[in-house]
């Protein structure tokens, strides 16, 4: 059991580092990794050498064991035979038999108790692993077949389950329409991203709501909310297969021309034909062979072709070139009908919000549209605006 965690330890590390290669080269940080590496292994090493020396123990005192009483027994044999109380064929009879038990026992004890003791190490993880419950339970069954898109957060309070005295909301209330376009602003640390967490119901409240369509997000079913409130990350991932898989992602039967519908309408039809195998390129894994932007643009059709009810959006914080970024916002700009919740960090996405919500430190401070916040005097939105200091809207 320790051998296969000191192991499963080794085999994280390679995992990250493998995963992560291009920061690891950039950082010019190989040689730390690799020794990370052997210092784990070292553990798993040490471990073994334990397992053979107690192997290696057990195995001597065993024959030791076997020769004291293969001597004794001859001994004990031989003065049966002289004083003619056994004859010499037994004694070799008696020995076949014994020899024979004994290497049947060996097998069951070495071979068999040994190898079963080591299957059970590891079915003891996997079978942990089995048996863990989900901490965010799936059990909702809500499935209407209408979704509105109305969405409430009724006093919400939310800590993250590893920094379990940290509220990151601290009683956060507001109530976005069907088909409204909400701004999320503030800045950084201060909570935006963790609304959109609840949301895709990836942790649950501390105490409070989150409502959809005047239901609790926790009653739908785990299929339905995912596709009636899509998601399109900061960083989306993709998968290595084609552009098309990737737009079509858990579906079944899309056909090319919806896969096309949709890429027209995230501006991401035009790259993709362009490309040598157009809709069946290959992406790389996580995406590594398009640029951030078409990374994006592929993401947006991906959420697109669910026909979500509500649409989340991450806008991507780091720097995309001015043609890649004009070509996401007017992505973004072409969803309207369904009630979308953009965490923005650029000015532009704000001014055409319909509404701007403004987090600070895990709670609502303001909300309105931006022409009515700017002219507010001592508001936060229009200090952080004119001073231009709120995160991510400066831009
Ligand atoms: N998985 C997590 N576990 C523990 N704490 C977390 C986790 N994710 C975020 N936090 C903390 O919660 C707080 C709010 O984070 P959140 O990501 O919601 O901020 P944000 O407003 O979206 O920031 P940004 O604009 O920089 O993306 C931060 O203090 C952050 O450190």
Redo the contacts with the bound molecule.
Sequence with gaps: MDIQTSFARANEVADETCANIRTVRSFANESRECARYSERLNDTYKLHIRKALLFGSFTFAEHAFDLVLFVLTLYYGGHLVMAHKMTGGNLVSFFLYVNRLRGSMEKLTIQVYAKLMEAVGTCQKVIEYIDREPEVKRGGRLAPWKLEGHIEFRNVWMS????QR?P?LKDVSFQVSPGEVVALV??????????V?LLERFYETTSGQVLLDGNPIMAYDHKFLHRKVALVG?EPVLFARSIKDNISYALDNCSLEEVQRVARQANAHEFITELPEGYETGTGEKGIQLSGGQKQRVAIARALIRKPAVLLL?EA?SALDAESEQLVQQATQNLRGQTVIV?A?RLSTVEKADRIIV?DK?MVVEQGRHDQLILHSGSTYAISFLTHKL??ITK
């Design positions: 993250y389950p590893s920094r940290v990151v503030g800045p950084s640390g201060s909570g935006k991203s963790t609304c967490n900061q991450d914080t965490v960090h987090i895990g995160a991510g």
